[in-house]
């Protein structure tokens, strides 16, 4: 089974710096998902990563298959960034769906 | 367009009632997921189908039923032997079932039993 294990669990950060989010797993993978949280609970995917870099306006996620570690960064950074970011990860052999990280709960503050 | 739709957004029932929660989506996608999220846990499977009229246990099955009887549903029933019912259900498809690519999610439904 696969442990994912997400970095920091807490981070609070000033409006317009750059954040990193950290997620690493222990089995090989087919796919990485970035998953995004806000208060009351609805979650929207962000991206979803086999290899390589992929960029979403302001958000960039990579992922480095070999380390089985990928970052989800931030630039600008903006209060209504602030959500829960979630890293789940698929396949590696199973057909039970994803495995997720516990979250890093992101604050912005103006 | 296409997407997955949970409702309802929030629910309330009282202690030994079962309540069904539901999961439509128009995707065309084979695999459907239920997961639950408590607070300060990652998601955690509850079960999965991956063809109409088949679904497997997740890791927390205990206390809950699901049904595949159409492709695009996948209700899910929190029964009255769940012990600790009150929790954020989040509903997933997508494309393969042993394949996390293509994955979608609903909005969620924020269940909470008094």
């Known amino acids: 089974k696969n442990e994912v294990e997400q970095s920091p669990q807490n981070l609070t950060a000033q409006e317009g710096e750059f954040i990193t989010i950290n997620c690493s797993y222990s089995?090989?993978?087919?796919?990485l998902h970035w998953l995004q949280q806000h208060p009351g609970g609805g979650i929207v995917s962000l991206f979803m990563?086999?290899?390589g870099k992929k960029k979403h306006g302001r958000l960039i996620a990579t992922i480095n298959i070999q380390e089985k570690h990928s970052s989800l960064h931030i630039t600008a950074s903006h209060p209504r960034d602030s959500a829960v970011y979630i890293c789940a990860v698929g396949g590696g052999g199973g057909a039970d769906g994803l495995t997720f990280g516990k979250g890093t709960h992101l604050i912005i503050q103006p | 367009d296409g997407g997955i739709t949970q409702s309802p957004k929030y629910l309330f029932r009282k202690e030994g009632q079962n309540v069904t929660l539901s999961c439509e989506q128009n995707?065309?996608?084979?695999?459907m997921y239920w997961y639950r999220q408590d607070p300060g846990q990652g998601l955690r499977l509850i079960y999965y189908?991956?063809?109409?009229?088949?679904?497997q246990k997740g890791d927390i099955a205990e206390g809950y039923s699901v049904s595949r009887e159409k492709k695009e549903s996948f209700p899910l029933t929190v029964t009255s032997a769940q012990k600790n019912p009150t929790a954020f259900y989040l509903c997933?498809?997508?494309?393969?079932?042993?394949?996390?690519?293509?994955?979608?999610f609903g909005q969620g439904t924020r269940l909470t039993v008094v």
């Open positions: 990563l086999s290899s």
């Open positions: 189908s991956q063809i109409v009229n088949d679904f």
């Open positions: 997933a498809s997508s494309r393969t079932g042993p394949s996390a690519r293509g994955a979608f």
């Open positions: 995707l065309n996608h084979d695999a």
């Open positions: 089995v090989g993978i087919s796919a």
